[in-house]
């Protein structure tokens, strides 16, 4: 069964600083990965998506992630964070239309980012 | 192009009463799927609905129902609430083309209260 893993419930960052968000996930075959962010009380807005080819993917407001197959990870990354990137972060893992996405994507737990002035 | 949309945005019940959630998907989207999110929880996938069946449901109680309508649109029956049913509703959609990788399209959710 695919499953997700990110092991920060809790991230504290200066504003300005460089953030890292980790994601490790199970999959048996080859993953489609995504990056969602969750304001408060909002709904789950798309960052970005590794489907196939450069590992390295660009997402919205100056995110990047990169898939890392030996390591099994899809880590979240921003160079300067700012204070309106305080929110929920989750990363999921996709499957086939059929079987294997019958429940759509599996999520993390999610990780808390919060930023320090 | 209009998102996902949710109704209503907010609902507040007590024990023992029905919830009825609403969820527009994206226009040509044909899947709809329900996540309940509740405090320390994280998404936990509810429902499944694709061309108006029932294809896959997650580990709740039978009191979690819904339907897909003709128009793609659904539903979200919660009945005899309990107050551990509090929680956002999330609905999501995506069509065939999507769902081959899984990627889903979020509404803004539905906060149920229970009191």
């Known amino acids: 069964a695919q499953s997700v893993t990110q092991p920060d419930i809790h991230i504290t960052v200066s504003e300005g600083a460089s953030l890292e968000l980790r994601c490790n996930y199970s999959y048996g075959a080859t993953p489609y990965l995504f990056w969602y962010v969750q304001s408060p009380g909002q709904g789950l807005q798309l960052l970005l998506k590794?489907?196939?080819?450069?590992?390295l993917v660009q997402g919205i407001k100056g995110f990047e992630a990169e898939f890392k197959r030996s390591q099994s990870s899809f880590n979240l990354r921003k160079p300067s964070v700012h204070w309106s990137d305080a929110a929920e972060y989750f990363c999921?893992?996709?499957?086939?239309?059929?079987?294997?996405?019958?429940?759509?994507?599996?999520f993390g737990k999610g990780t808390h980012l919060i930023i320090q002035p | 192009e209009a998102g996902v949309t949710q109704s209503p945005t907010h609902l507040i019940k007590t024990r023992g009463q029905q919830a009825t959630l609403r969820c527009s998907p994206i226009?040509?989207?044909?899947?709809v799927y329900w996540y309940q999110q509740a405090l320390g929880l994280g998404l936990q996938f509810l429902l499944w609905y694709d061309e108006g069946e029932e294809r896959n449901r997650g580990n709740f109680p039978p009191r979690f129902s819904g339907r897909q309508f003709p128009n793609y649109s659904s539903e979200l029956n919660v009945n005899a609430l309990e107050l551990e049913d509090s929680a956002l509703y999330l609905c999501a959609s995506n069509t065939k083309r999507t769902g081959i990788t899984g990627e889903l399209f979020f509404g803004e959710g539905s906060r149920l209260t229970v009191l």
């Open positions: 999921a893992v996709g499957g086939t239309y059929s079987g294997g996405g019958a429940d759509g994507l599996t």
């Open positions: 590794y489907f196939s080819g450069d590992t």
């Open positions: 226009s040509g989207h044909t899947s």
